[in-house]
């Protein structure tokens, strides 16, 4: 299961793009709102959430995702069942996403710490690591996926399906969707 958390004032690309594309590659997906089921994301389009934060069954979790939004991440900071959530996953070895300002939460989580990432452009030095690729769309290392803005949506989502069904899925969905 791959646990999307939205928190208020989410970006609606980067938590809706993924969504979408996992779940096109057959991958068991769900939004988790932590202000209630119905989420506002940053442009005023409300997200009716699959769970609240604390219906997460974290033992089922496969994988972890935060959008950014400086508001959504600023919520999610404030959750400390998000917060929780994000550690079991990283702690747990499990995949442990984050795009745009959302990966400096994992920094706040020592996550980030000596491994390659990137961020939205501006928020490097919130990573506390010297590997910070500012020109990437996305970084894995290892179980870490970092994308950098709303404009890298579409190849985070594939990273995501790519690390946990393969690369060959990964094309099937963006030749399903007609990347050019």
Known sequence: MVYVILGTGFEEVEAI?????????GIPTATVGI?????????GIGVEADLEIGQMDLTEMDMIVLPGGLKGVASIRASCEALDA???????????????????VLA?????????A???PGFEGDLGTPDTT?????????KLITGASAGCAIPFALAL????KGQEAADGVAHQIVIR
């Open 86 to 104: 994000v550690r079991f996953a990283w702690d747990n070895g499990k995949y442990t996403a984050a795009i745009c300002a959302a990966p400096t």
């Open 134 to 142: 500012d020109t990437a769309a996305v970084v894995t290392d290892g």
């Open 35 to 43: 202000n209630g089921k119905v989420v506002y994301g940053s442009h």
């Open 161 to 164: 399906i790519a690390a946990l």
């Open 118 to 120: 990137t961020c939205y």
């Open 108 to 116: 706040d989580l020592g996550i980030t710490q000596g491994r390659k």
């Open 17 to 25: 793009t993924p969504v979408d594309l996992l779940r096109r590659a």
